[in-house]
């Protein structure tokens, strides 16, 4: 831990961002594709948002890759779950979706277990070193 | 049909998780670029790739929110997972926590 670079820890909230932008605009893609037809895949693959969605995905799995080569997995999945925070809030913000008290509640409980499933996880304690 | 397609969606996302922390743990006294081009994390990408198009079809009903529901089961998931195909133990924490994140999920869809 000690000998860690400080850019390093711009890497989780960095992962965690990038999977945040790659779902909303799989969200956005959805709304513009017709998926259930088989004609749609080239409407698909070339549909700008779901485009962008992967490259997002693309650039959070080189930084999630590093993530779990530097940092104990309790800390890289605990700060993960802080994704669905960043769901909610995109739900509201882009596509006017209701947030209720109980899922405010719900997702802190959730965060809560994944904590501690973290914590109790056979490889918590260890990191990938290179 | 949408919700099943997003389930089907979380169990491949967890096979993946598996895929990637076994080639993760493969990888890590190799070359840094074998940390993303490890026969196994290529696979585990490949897959999440797949899930990318169920979920396309899937959260076209869905509402965005949908997801903080089912993505907490690929952490349930990925430890039966590991607990089958990697052999890993799972302890009374590990239990524990599940049964923090289900409960989590039902006071969410209350």
């Known amino acids: ?130 | 049909m949408a919700i099943m397609l997003a389930i089907l969606g979380i169990i491949l996302t967890a096979l993946a998780q598996v895929l990637l922390k076994k080639g993760a743990a493969q990888a890590k006294n190799r070359p840094i670029i074998m940390t993303w081009f490890h026969p196994l994390v290529l696979g585990g990408y490949a897959l999440l790739g797949i899930v990318t198009l169920f979920n396309l079809a899937a959260f076209r009903v869905l509402p965005l929110k949908t997801s903080v529901i089912l993505l907490p089961w690929t952490f349930i998931l990925v430890t039966v997972f590991s607990r089958l195909f990697l052999g890993e133990r799972m302890h009374k924490d590990q239990i524990t926590a599940a049964l923090l994140i289900l409960a989590g999920l039902v006071i969410f869809v209350l």
Request: aromatic letters at 12%; a positive charge; hydrophobic letters at 55%.
């Open chain 1, 1 to 130: 831990m000690s000998h860690r670079k400080p850019i390093t820890f711009l890497l989780i909230p960095l992962s965690v961002t990038l999977q945040a932008i790659a779902a909303v605009m799989g969200k956005f893609a959805s709304l513009e594709v017709d998926s259930r037809r088989l004609s749609g895949i080239d409407a698909i693959i070339s549909n700008p948002w779901y485009l962008g969605s992967l490259f997002f995905l693309g650039l959070q799995a080189i930084a999630w890759q590093l993530v779990m080569r530097n940092f104990p997995l309790s800390w890289a999945y605990f700060f993960n779950s802080m994704l669905y925070v960043l769901l909610l809030i995109a739900g509201v913000t882009f596509f006017g979706e209701t947030v209720t008290a109980g899922n405010i509640a719900g997702t802190f409980l959730i965060i809560s277990g994944i904590a501690l499933m973290a914590k109790s996880s056979p490889n918590a304690g260890h990191r990938n070193k290179p």
